[in-house]
């Protein structure tokens, strides 16, 4: 009965970091970026300096959209994750 528990909580923890590969890849690759439509909607789109929000985007690792930069960003969340942060 042991042994049943846990392959399943093994095969459980597979499951969910496969989803969470999957979904993070998906939210990444939208065309539309969540940081930017805030920053112009709060600041208005003529009032945008764009060293503002490039540091914002670093702060928030979305600044590399090539895939290894993708990669990167999913694994330092997930060690993020894992410390509770």
């Not at 979904?23 to 003529?46: C, D, K, S, W």
Request: aromatic share 18%; proline share 1%; net charge positive.
């Amino acid at each position: 009965m042991v042994k049943y528990i846990v392959k399943r909580i093994l095969i459980s923890l597979l499951i969910l970091f496969g989803v969470s590969v999957i979904l993070y890849f998906l939210i990444r690759l939208m065309p539309v970026n969540y940081i930017e439509n805030q920053y112009y909607a709060a600041h208005g789109q003529t009032a945008v300096s764009q060293e503002a929000l490039d540091a914002l985007l670093k702060q928030y690792n979305l600044h590399d959209s090539s895939f290894f930069g993708i990669c990167k960003g999913y694994f330092d969340w997930l060690w993020k994750f894992m410390q509770g942060d």
